[in-house]
C-alpha cells in the first residue's frame, strides 16, 4: 500500500452562523467568525489517496490526473467564492473548515475510485495554525 498527496490552494470567503439562532448567539458561539459582512482565509487543500502501484506506470495515479480532479470537482469550484452563497454543494450547510472537509471528500470520493485508487485524507489549512483531516 502507498500513499500519495497532492497540494492545491484556494482562497473563499464565509460565514459562520446559524440561520435558526439570532445574532447576539451566533456571536456568542462563532464570534469574528460571525461577522455579517463575512471574511476570508487563504485555504490548502492536501488530498491523499491510497492504493498498490501499477507495475506497467510505476504510479499509483498520474498527479497531473489527480491536479485536474481536484481543480474541476472543489478548486474551481471554491475559488474566489463565497462557501455559504457561491458553492453548490455547500448549500444549506454551516461552512465550517469541518463540514468544507467532508463535502469536498463527497466531491473527490467517487472519481479518484474509478482510478482504482481509493482516497484515503482530505485535509484543509484554514491558517497556518489550524487544520482539519477528514478519513471519510
Same mark, same amino acid.
Given at each position: ?40 482565509? /487563504?485555504?490548502? $487543500?492536501? =488530498? ?8 506497467? &506506470?510505476?504510479? !499509483?495515479?498520474?498527479?497531473? #490526473? ?15 467564492? /463565497?462557501?455559504? $452563497?457561491? =458553492? ?8 465550517? &473548515?469541518?463540514? !468544507?472537509?467532508?463535502?469536498? #471528500? ?31
Amino acid at each position: 500500500m502507498i500513499y500519495i498527496t497532492r497540494k492545491a490552494s484556494f482562497n473563499a470567503a464565509h460565514k459562520l452562523a446559524r440561520t435558526d439562532w439570532d445574532d447576539d448567539k451566533n456571536n456568542e458561539v462563532y464570534g469574528k467568525c460571525a461577522n455579517p459582512n463575512w471574511h476570508g482565509h /487563504n485555504y490548502w $487543500l492536501y =488530498v491523499t489517496v491510497k492504493g498498490e502501484v501499477n507495475p506497467e &506506470t510505476g504510479f !499509483l495515479v498520474d498527479l497531473k #490526473w489527480l491536479k485536474d480532479v481536484m481543480n474541476d470537482y472543489v478548486v474551481d469550484k471554491v475559488d474566489h467564492k /463565497n462557501l455559504n $452563497l457561491d =458553492v453548490d454543494f455547500m448549500k444549506g450547510k454551516l461552512a465550517s &473548515t469541518e463540514n !468544507l472537509a467532508i463535502e469536498i #471528500w463527497k466531491q473527490l470520493e467517487a472519481p479518484i475510485a474509478e482510478s482504482g485508487a481509493i482516497l484515503h485524507c482530505v485535509k484543509i489549512y484554514e491558517t497556518e495554525n489550524n487544520f482539519v483531516e477528514y478519513f471519510g
